[in-house]
Antibody
Framework: EVQLVQSGAEVKKPGESLKISCKGS????????IGWVRQMPGKGLEWMGI????????RYSPSFQGQVTISADKSISTAYLQWSSLKASDTAMYYC????????????WGQGTLVTVSS | ETVMTQSPATLSVSPGERATLSCRAS??????LAWYQQKPGQAPRLLIY???TRATGIPARFSGSGSGTEFTLTISSLQSEDFAVYYC?????????FGQGTKVEIK
């Protein structure tokens, strides 16, 4: 069974750094693209970027380029989303999402990680 | 970037009635269009891909149609569990984008 298990909720202050994780199991982690999706409170879904763990090819949506870093450690089947300096506007639910064999077509979702940034 | 526009923003429907949701792309995405359902407190769930193919386990009352820039999701007879927010998504290239969502609520 394919599973994506995300790290737990975080409460941070503006300016702090953060790295959240998404551990894949039940499939070949290096063979499928994994993406990150933001959902701000009461709002819709926004695609942030994707990574191919097999070779670490990473692509960002223009809105998120330079704002976050996506990475993966294939030795532990885990993808990451990180910020170097959080803002209050980063408060959101973040989902990891595994593509099918077609890049971008998401079949499997993580349970979400709620990030709250508040002073 | 391909902009996806959904309409209406909110759809009020009685149980048992048909619901028709629309999605328009700012440029052709061929048939690389998916629909997702999201309920409160849950991750989205894939309903339709390839514009018209139901994902595994999705009931036949859900159907999708369209190609190019105009797409439709139809729920033939709404059940109580279908009241949710629905998103379209194009995956024509790696820079996939979502529509803003249509909330289907009980009339």
């Amino acid at each position: 069974e394919v599973q994506l298990v995300q790290s737990g909720a975080e409460v941070k202050k503006p300016g702090e750094s953060l790295k959240i994780s998404c551990k894949g199991s039940g499939y070949s982690f290096t063979s499928y693209w994994i993406g990150w999706v933001r959902q701000m409170p009461g709002k819709g879904l926004e695609w942030m970027g994707i990574i191919y763990p097999g070779d670490s090819d990473t692509r960002y949506s223009p809105s998120f380029q330079g704002q976050v870093t996506i990475s993966a450690d294939k030795s532990i089947s885990t993808a990451y989303l990180q910020w170097s300096s959080l803002k209050a506007s980063d408060t959101a639910m973040y989902y990891c999402a595994r593509s099918s064999s077609i890049v971008g077509l998401v079949v499997y979702w993580g349970q979400g990680t709620l990030v709250t940034v508040s002073s | 970037e391909t902009v996806m526009t959904q309409s209406p923003a909110t759809l009020s429907v009685s149980p048992g009635e048909r619901a028709t949701l629309s999605c328009r792309a700012s440029q052709s995405v061929s048939s690389n269009l998916a629909w997702y359902q999201q309920k409160p407190g849950q991750a989205p769930r894939l309903l339709i891909y390839g514009a018209s193919t139901r994902a595994t386990g999705i009931p036949a009352r859900f159907s999708g149609s369209g190609s190019g820039t105009e797409f439709t999701l139809t729920i033939s007879s709404l059940q109580s569990e279908d009241f949710a927010v629905y998103y379209c998504q194009q995956y024509n290239n790696w820079l996939q984008t979502f529509g803003q969502g249509t909330k289907v609520e009980i009339k």
